[in-house]
């Protein structure tokens, strides 16, 4: 059992739906993170949030809209997704700090399927 | 660009040895990681290397060399619960993590 838990594990919606993802660590830490893992590709970043404050945005589609209130909780809102945006979505968080290698903790996933 | 390249899927005897190769260009390097990934479960951390050489752990060891952008894990005595897949990923200048695809190892009796 992982100190990172996400909820759902599954979802599956229809490309008009509007649904979130929630993460939650108890860790203690103060960075967090949000992956895409398709089949056989390598895992993307998507969103990398530092003290609660978005620090990092891959380029990602606005219809990804991720939240983060405070420290301990990220969600990851979706509206009008693509067929394509089915996967794996994976949150994990690290305690970030200079000199450390910032090993990061992942929750299980929410396994995502746009119809 | 960046880019790490590991192999898409090996398969191994059990009780065997298996080297689990990554190649990486990057721009920066802050140290290599090692993680597992069971089907359907979470990525979990194996190892962190950041100078060169061979660091073990139990059954399990990673080697780095940064002249030439190169790491492998090494699992010895393996059992069937070894089996799954095996994420190499650098941390480059920037403190982000760049992963390759995985390399699913598969187990056999």
């Known amino acids: 059992e992982t100190g990172v838990t996400q909820t759902p594990r599954h979802l599956v919606m229809g490309m008009t739906n509007k649904k979130s993802l929630k993460c939650e660590q108890h860790?203690?830490?103060?960075?967090m993170y949000w992956y895409k893992q398709s089949a056989k590709k390598p895992l993307e970043l998507m969103f990398v949030?530092?003290?609660?404050?978005?620090?990092e945005n891959n380029s990602v589609p606005s219809r990804f809209s991720p939240e983060c209130p405070n420290s301990s909780h990220l969600f990851l809102h979706l509206h009008t997704l693509q067929p394509e945006d089915s996967a794996l979505y994976l949150c994990a968080s690290s305690q970030r700090s200079k000199g450390d290698y910032n090993e990061q903790f992942f929750g299980p996933g929410t396994r995502l399927t746009v119809l | 660009g960046q880019n790490i390249d590991q192999p898409t899927e090996m398969t191994a005897t059990e009780g065997a040895i298996v080297q689990i190769n990554c190649t990486y260009q990057?721009?920066?390097?802050?140290?290599l990681f090692w993680y597992q990934q069971h089907a359907g479960e979470a990525p979990t951390f194996l190892s962190y290397?950041?100078l060169d050489g061979l660091e073990e752990k139990g059954r399990f060891s990673s080697f780095l060399s940064r002249s030439k952008g190169y790491s492998y894990l090494l699992l010895k005595e393996l059992q069937m619960k070894d089996s799954a897949s095996y994420l190499c990923?650098?941390?480059?200048?920037?403190?982000?993590?760049?992963w390759g695809a995985g390399t699913k190892l598969i187990i056999k009796p």
């Open positions: 290397n950041v």
């Open positions: 990923a650098v941390m480059d200048s920037n403190y982000q993590l760049i």
């Open positions: 949030y530092n003290f609660k404050e978005q620090t």
């Open positions: 860790l203690g830490h103060n960075a």
């Open positions: 990057t721009s920066g390097f802050n140290g």
